[in-house]
């Protein structure tokens, strides 16, 4: 079955500096991509997806990039800030999927 | 907008007891799932269900049961609590197919004594 192994398992970068997290999934049939925060004492949100069919997806300061040939998928937040400071997840679906796979995980921590 | 409850918040049992967990939503969500959060392992799929009665193992369901009584609802029970267990159980529901957002209630935080 599908393998998600998700790095770094903790970051902290300075407020205003560039934090990257990344994906690796084995399945080539993996169609769909998703990125989630969960804060501290709650659930999981949904910061943003992605179809297959797209390389890169930018969206108020996050930018999600897909590199199907290494079945690697990145999110990038360009410009940290201490709100920022959350676990990451990643999650993965095939086409005819009936639920995601998620990452490991990535806690976040800015610093100001 | 909808939200998703979950109940208890902090539950505490002895080794070897059954416990159940609980979960609402009001999204009107074909879909609900059960994962269990372990610092550094991520989120595993326990249970899922996608409609009413339906119930679909996922990857870590030996030792639980759950139950999907009506749509808005859907159950976890922990058949045999192990010592000195602690997770957080995370509910969540969606639209039908792998590629829908799924919506997190807060959790249910697990320790057993």
């Known amino acids: 079955g599908e393998q998600v192994e998700q790095r770094p398992p903790h970051l902290s970068v300075r407020e205003g500096d560039s934090a990257i997290i990344i994906c690796t999934y084995t399945?080539?049939?993996?169609?769909?991509f998703s990125w989630y925060k969960q804060e501290a004492g709650a659930g999981l949100q949904l910061l943003m997806s992605v179809l297959s069919n797209v390389d890169r997806k930018e969206e108020q300061g996050l930018t999600v990039l897909l590199n199907k040939k290494d079945k690697r998928l990145s999110l990038n937040l360009t410009a940290a800030h201490p709100g920022d400071s959350a676990v990451y997840f990643c999650a993965v679906s095939p086409n005819s999927g009936t639920y995601q796979r998620f990452g490991t995980g990535t806690k976040l921590q800015v610093v100001p | 907008g909808g939200i998703i409850t979950q109940t208890p918040k902090f539950l505490i049992g002895q080794e070897g007891q059954k416990l159940t967990l609980k979960c609402q939503q009001n999204?009107?969500?074909?879909?609900m799932y059960w994962y269990r959060q372990d610092s550094g392992k991520g989120l595993r799929l326990i249970y899922y269900s996608i409609t009413e009665n339906d119930l679909q193992k996922g990857d870590l369901s030996e030792g639980y049961d759950a139950s999907r009584e009506k749509k808005s609802s859907f159950s976890l029970t922990v058949t045999s609590a192990q010592k000195n267990e602690m997770a957080v159980f995370l509910c969540a529901s969606s639209i039908p197919g792998g590629n829908a957002e799924q919506f997190f209630g807060p959790g249910t935080r697990l320790t057993v004594l």
């Open positions: 999204f009107n969500h074909d879909t």
């Open positions: 399945d080539s049939a993996t169609a769909y």
